[in-house]
């Protein structure tokens, strides 16, 4: 499989962004993916970082196919700890939306 190469500024993006791009580059839509969490960033602002980073998340832990996937590598990079009761992002938040949309380019 070719790896993306997939760069992101430091002081542009949050360090969620910045410690998902390498995992996300080697996905084959995984630029598509990162434009479009940049672009939630950008819009919303700084307290969206721990939104995208449970949508990460989920992805990583609802997506994966083993402990080699890229995907997996997700669900313990970014510090994100869901609770024990949450099985998926919780329906009508910001993190279901952005799980939803990027979801379709796994």
Same mark, same amino acid.
Request: glycine share 10%; hydrophobic share 35%.
């Given at each position: 499989?070719?790896?993306?190469?997939?760069?992101?500024?430091?002081?542009?993006?949050?360090?969620?962004?910045?410690?998902?791009?390498?995992?996300?580059?080697? $996905?084959?839509?995984?630029?598509?993916?990162?434009?479009? =969490?940049? +672009?939630?960033?950008?819009?919303? @602002?700084?307290?969206? #970082? &721990?939104?995208?980073?449970?949508?990460?998340?989920?992805?990583?832990?609802?997506?994966?196919?083993?402990?080699?996937?890229?995907?997996?590598? $997700?669900?313990?990079?970014?510090?994100?700890?869901?609770? =024990?009761? +949450?099985?998926?992002?919780?329906? @009508?938040?910001?993190? #279901? &939306?952005?799980?939803?949309?990027?979801?379709?380019?796994?």
């Amino acid at each position: 499989m070719k790896t993306q190469n997939v760069r992101i500024p430091r002081k542009r993006y949050s360090e969620t962004l910045r410690t998902a791009a390498p995992i996300l580059a080697k $996905l084959r839509n995984g630029e598509r993916i990162l434009t479009i =969490l940049a +672009e939630y960033e950008r819009s919303e @602002g700084p307290g969206i #970082e &721990i939104d995208i980073a449970g949508a990460l998340y989920w992805i990583g832990n609802l997506h994966h196919s083993g402990q080699n996937c890229p995907l997996y590598r $997700l669900t313990g990079a970014l510090g994100y700890r869901p609770s =024990l009761l +949450e099985r998926g992002p919780e329906t @009508g938040t910001l993190q #279901e &939306i952005i799980y939803n949309e990027i979801s379709a380019w796994v």
